[in-house]
């Protein structure tokens, strides 16, 4: 069976996501989950993450701890723990390693494994797949909205955005979101974060009757043919 690494930003594993991922995948591939928090206690992810650290960044991102609940990080101090795993994962043999994360990590790198990264992938693929048509993008956190711009520039794309975190966000939440993406007659809508899943999906796509693409699935169905 060929195996997949899977590095989360939060904690593994991430059983919010995972079936729908595996699922995608196929019986063929096997996910090997691990993540950057994986061996910090949520009081440590609280010293090292705190609010005032987050208040000053200029890059916040947010992801699933093994307890249910969340945790906001600013990327300065993510991206080390990150590169740390990384390598880890090469030494220990795996040729594939994918970053369960939409958000720009440029400092990352491999020394041979393929590094798959999500914001390099999923833009370029929407804009050569919907073209000039109008797009709207569901994010996490509303800080994010200040920063989230430059990955989708870079393709020429100028989303609509709405804010609607997918692990503390509620029906009522998902459903405002889709009347806003509504009144703005997007055609397609991308949920721009590994957290999503099919039902906060299914919420946003009932709303504005438009394809809603989750990112996880894109992501797994592209990368089932590489591993």
């Known amino acids: 069976?060929?195996?997949?690494?899977m590095l989360t930003i939060g904690q593994s594993p991430r059983e919010d996501v995972a079936p729908i991922i595996d699922k995608s995948?196929?019986?063929e591939i096997e996910l090997i989950q691990s993540g950057v928090l994986d061996d910090l206690s949520n009081e440590e992810i609280s010293s090292k993450f705190t609010k005032e650290s987050c208040r000053n960044s200029n890059y916040?991102?947010?992801?699933h701890l093994?307890?249910?609940s969340s945790v906001v990080?600013?990327?300065?101090h993510l991206e080390p723990m990150l590169q740390k795993k990384i390598n880890q994962a090469e030494i220990d043999g795996f040729s594939v390693i994918w970053l369960l994360c939409t958000g720009e990590l440029p400092n990352l790198y491999t020394k041979k494994s393929l590094l798959i990264e999500p914001d390099k992938i999923i833009t370029p693929l929407l804009k050569?797949?919907?073209g000039n048509k109008r797009l709207g993008v569901v994010v996490p956190l509303k800080e994010q909205l200040k920063t989230i711009t430059s990955k989708f520039a870079r393709e020429e794309i100028r989303p609509v955005y709405v804010s609607a975190s997918p692990y503390t966000g509620s029906f009522k939440e998902f459903k405002e979101a889709g009347e806003k993406l509504k009144q703005q007659e997007v055609d397609f809508i991308l949920m721009d974060c590994m957290g999503y899943n099919e039902q906060k999906r299914q919420i946003i796509e009932s709303v504005t009757q438009k394809p809603t693409i989750l990112s996880n699935v894109l992501m797994a169905k592209v990368l089932s043919e590489f591993v």
């Open 1 to 5: 069976m060929k195996k997949l690494f």
């Open 25 to 27: 995948l196929g019986p």
């Open 60 to 63: 916040l991102l947010t992801s």
């Open 66 to 68: 093994r307890d249910g």
């Open 73 to 76: 990080m600013d990327r300065e």
């Open 128 to 130: 050569l797949t919907i």
